[in-house]
C-alpha cells in the first residue's frame, strides 16, 4: 500500500521492540457506547447493515479514533461472517444475540460445508479493508479479525448463543471425526479469510477464540488450539500475510498461554483474570501480550481507572511488548469520556515507565 505508517507503536511492540510509551487499542473500540455509531447505525437500519456495506464499516471503524488518540484501528465486522457467508441464515433477534437458521448437526451437513469465495460472499468485507486503509492515511495500522474455529463451531452447532454449547460438545464427545471434519473446514476457510484481509490492507490479524476457556485441559488442545496452530501456519506460508503479526485472544484460557506461544504467533490476548506478570514469565518473553483491564473498571471513577490502568501496566513492567487492552470488549454502557482517560493515562504513564 502507498500510505507511509505515521504511528507504527502498536506494530512495533508486537514485534517486541522499544515504544515511546505503550500503545493502547480497545475491543469493541467502534461500538454502542459511541453516539455517533448508534446514529450510523440507525441510519444502516441494523448491526449487519453496517457490516455488510464498506462505506458504512469504514464510518463506524474510524470513529473512535476521531475521539481518541488510539494506537490501531481495527475492521468493523462480526466474527460470524464466515458460516454466514456458508449459507446458514445468519439473523440477530433483539436482545437475544445471533441466530442461525439452518444448524449444523450432522455428517451430511457438514459435508455441505465449503471454504467461502473471498471475491463472492465475502467481498464486502475485503471492500471494506481497503476502504479502511485508504481513509486512514497511514495514521494507524489496522487490525483485521476472525472468529476461531471452535468458537464459529459453537455457534454453527447449536445455532445460537449459549452458556455451555453442549450440542457441539456432545459431538466432540460421540462423534470426534466429525467434529474435527467441521473444525479443520473453519480452519481452512479462517486462515483463506484472514490471507484476503492481508492482501486488502490488513497490517495485524486476530484470531478470537471467545469460547476456547470453556474446554477443558486436553479438549483446549484438541479442539481449539491444534486449529488456531493450523491457522498461524497457514498465515506464514502465504506470501500475502506471512510478514504479518497475528495475535490469538482465547477468553479464559490462562492456563494455556505457553501452548498459545508455541504455535508462533507475535502475541497474545489475555483477560482480566491472569496478571500479566504471570503470563510473562509463562511465555518467556517469545511473544507480546497484549491487555488486560476489566472492562467492567471503566464504569468506575476517573481516579480509579486511572490507578488500575498503571496496576495493569506495572504487572508488565518497562519491558518492551506490551499493547494495552481491555480484557474483553467494552460494553455499551460505558461513558465515552472514561475511555478518554483510560487512553490518556496509558500514554502518559507509559512514557513515565519508558523514562520519557
Known amino acids: 500500500m502507498p500510505d507511509v505508517l505515521k504511528n507504527d507503536r502498536f506494530l512495533r511492540a508486537l514485534r ?29 437500519g441494523s448491526f449487519m447493515g453496517l457490516a ?22 481495527i475492521l468493523f465486522s462480526d466474527i460470524l461472517t464466515i458460516p454466514d457467508a456458508m449459507g446458514l441464515g445468519l439473523s440477530f433477534a433483539a436482545g437475544e444475540g445471533p441466530q442461525f437458521a439452518r444448524p449444523v448437526r450432522n455428517a451430511a451437513d457438514i459435508a455441505r460445508l465449503a471454504v467461502p469465495d473471498m471475491d463472492g460472499e465475502l467481498r464486502y468485507v475485503m471492500d471494506a479493508v481497503r476502504l479502511i486503509r485508504q481513509e486512514l492515511h497511514g495514521r494507524v495500522p489496522l487490525i483485521g479479525f476472525s472468529g476461531s474455529p471452535w468458537t464459529l463451531a459453537c455457534y454453527m452447532v447449536e445455532g445460537q448463543g449459549s452458556k455451555d454449547f453442549a450440542t457441539l460438545k456432545t459431538m466432540c464427545w460421540n462423534e470426534p471425526e466429525l467434529a474435527h471434519q467441521l473444525l479443520d473446514t473453519l480452519a481452512r476457510a479462517v486462515a483463506t479469510y484472514l490471507i484476503a484481509q492481508a492482501a486488502a490492507g490488513a497490517q495485524a490479524l486476530m484470531v478470537f477464540d471467545t469460547w476456547g476457556g470453556m474446554l477443558g485441559p486436553a479438549p483446549f488442545r484438541e479442539f481449539s488450539l491444534r486449529y488456531m496452530a493450523q491457522i498461524v501456519a497457514a498465515l506464514k506460508a502465504d506470501p500475502a500475510s506471512r510478514e504479518l503479526p497475528v495475535i490469538l485472544f482465547s477468553k479464559g484460557a490462562g492456563a494455556h498461554v505457553a501452548a498459545l506461544a508455541d504455535t508462533g ?9 491472569m496478571d500479566l506478570a504471570d503470563a510473562r514469565r509463562m511465555v518467556g518473553g517469545r511473544v507480546a501480550l497484549q491487555g488486560n483491564l476489566d472492562p467492567a473498571i471503566l464504569r468506575a471513577s476517573p481516579e480509579v481507572i486511572r490507578r488500575q490502568a498503571r496496576v495493569v501496566m506495572d504487572s508488565y513492567g518497562n519491558h518492551p511488548g506490551h499493547v494495552f487492552n481491555l480484557g474483553h470488549g467494552i460494553t455499551p454502557d460505558v461513558a465515552p469520556g472514561h475511555v478518554q482517560v483510560l487512553v490518556d493515562e496509558v500514554h502518559a504513564y507509559g512514557r513515565t515507565l519508558r523514562g520519557g
Open 16 to 44: 517486541r521492540e522499544p515504544t515511546d510509551t505503550t500503545p493502547i487499542w480497545v475491543m469493541r473500540q467502534a461500538g454502542r457506547y459511541l453516539p455517533e455509531y448508534r446514529a450510523t447505525r440507525e441510519r444502516a
Open 52 to 73: 455488510q456495506h464498506p462505506e458504512y464499516a469504514c464510518e463506524v471503524t474510524l470513529q473512535p479514533l476521531q475521539r481518541f488518540e488510539l494506537d490501531a484501528a
Open 265 to 273: 504467533c507475535a502475541g497474545l490476548g489475555l483477560d482480566w483474570t
